[in-house]
């Protein structure tokens, strides 16, 4: 996989939408109060393009 997800957490609302789609890849963390990304290889681009496209405040991009 050539681009990796990069979600920036001081925008992310914690609403899981991410996690949903991928749970492979988005992990929410309960401590810190928002999403992470766990494993950049855990979905297929397209599935990852479809939890950015989900994700409300558009906090998802690709690095
Ligand atoms: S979809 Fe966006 S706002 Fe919701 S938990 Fe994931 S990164 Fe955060």
Redesign the pocket.
Known sequence: MSRTPV?HEED????????EVCPGV?V?NESLG??MVMHPEGASEEKIQE?ID????H??DWE
């Open positions: 979600i992310c609302i914690f609403c899981g939408a991410c996690a988005f929410l928002w999403a939890a989900i994700c409300p405040v906090c998802i």
